[in-house]
């Protein structure tokens, strides 16, 4: 089974309607005005991937927190982030300064915080409107360099499929970009068709 450029403009959409509720909770959780916005979601091969990073992003000093998910859908969901843009987020959101002595020990933690809202809510966002049941771990936060972060989720290679979205945090004018990445298993190819399949005979978005 293919994921088809219709199912594609659904999960953009369903990501989409991820995205808004991401951004009231974050609006809520900073006291700030936060707005997200995902563009285009296309999928991707590993080596493509991999590709996008070396012509878009620092290879280097990463900052990422993945969210794995097991059920009907199974995967892992992460966001990626520069160094740059992972201090500003979090010195937004706490007020703190890099040139506090426990700042890396903060900004796990926030950066921890954030990701789990902004995955929980994009992952939740089609587990909900395809009605199915996901199960999720607790956010892993990491550093380093593009392969480390990347070398668990790409080892499975050929066996499912890559999402990727760029997202754009903007936090009273500041600057922030983010990449979301989606991996589903193989296994869970067939399902997830499935489901979009019956989203999309069902009405839809019009019947929402």
Same mark, same amino acid.
């Given at each position: ?28 959780? @900073?006291?700030? %005005? ?18 996008? !990073?070396?012509? %878009? ?23 990626? !982030? ?42 939740? @966002? ?41 997202? %754009? ?40």
């Amino acid at each position: 089974m293919e994921i088809t450029s219709e199912h594609i403009d659904v999960i953009q959409e369903m990501i989409n309607i991820g995205v808004g509720q991401a951004a009231n909770l974050l609006n809520s959780l @900073s006291g700030k %005005h936060v707005k997200l916005s995902v563009p285009i979601v296309q999928i991707i091969t590993p080596e493509q991937l991999l590709d996008f !990073f070396k012509n %878009h992003s620092v290879l280097d000093n990463l900052s990422s927190v993945t969210l794995t998910f097991s059920g009907p859908l199974s995967g892992s969901s992460k966001l990626i !982030f520069s160094t740059e843009s992972a201090s500003k987020l979090v010195m937004a959101f706490t007020d703190q300064t890099q040139d506090e002595l426990d700042f890396d020990e903060i900004q796990a933690e926030t950066l921890s915080e954030i990701g789990n809202i902004v995955l929980n809510s994009l992952v939740g @966002s089609l587990a909900n409107l395809l009605n199915i049941n996901l199960n999720y771990s607790i956010p892993l936060y990491l550093t380093g360099t593009i392969d480390q972060i990347l070398s668990a989720d790409l080892s499975f290679k050929d066996d499912g499929i890559i999402l990727l979205a760029r997202t %754009h945090f903007s936090i009273e004018s500041l600057a922030i970009e983010g990449d979301f990445i989606l991996f589903i298993d193989l296994k869970s190819v067939p399902d997830f068709v499935k489901s979009l399949d019956k989203f999309i005979q069902e009405g839809g978005f019009f019947t929402k």
